[in-house]
Nanobody, 126 residues
Framework: QVQLVESGGGSVQAGGSLRLSCAAS????????MGWFRQAPGKEREGIAS???????TLADSVKGRFTISRDNAKNTLYLQMNSLKPEDTAMYYC????????????????????WGQGTQVTVSS
């Protein structure tokens, strides 16, 4: 059983920064890819960043240049550094983990992930 717990969300003004963390417990291989998603009210869940040992990091165009995904395998923790936040970044943010190893581009579709956290809210005011 894999458990993922996000933290670090909150309210911030436009232009500000936040760092989200996702602590993983249970059996999760450091070789599996992990990712960050977000979902705003009335919108579909969007994969915004993905990272893995054997696949290369991918970022959604909407966050390139502003967000950075990283992972500390020793701490079983996934991070999302968010800079230059915009009101349109307001959403519930989720971390997710796969149970497979892939090469090429790290996937970002929800169907490519097996385990999910409960989410942490990020609100950006103008």
């Amino acid at each position: 059983q894999v458990q993922l717990v996000e933290s670090g969300g909150g309210s911030v003004q436009a232009g500000g920064s936040l760092r989200l963390s996702c602590a993983a417990s249970g059996y999760i291989s450091s070789n599996y890819y992990m990712g960050w998603f977000r979902q705003a009210p009335g919108k579909e869940r969007e994969g915004i960043a993905s990272i893995g040992t054997y696949c290369y990091t991918t970022l959604a165009d909407s966050v390139k240049g502003r967000f950075t995904i990283s992972r500390d395998n020793a701490k079983n923790t996934l991070y999302l550094q968010m800079n230059s936040l915009k009101p349109e970044d307001t959403a519930m943010y989720y971390c997710a983990a796969a149970r497979v190893i892939v090469g090429g581009a790290c996937p970002r579709a929800p169907a490519d992930f097996a385990d999910w956290g409960q989410g942490t809210q990020v609100t950006v005011s103008s």
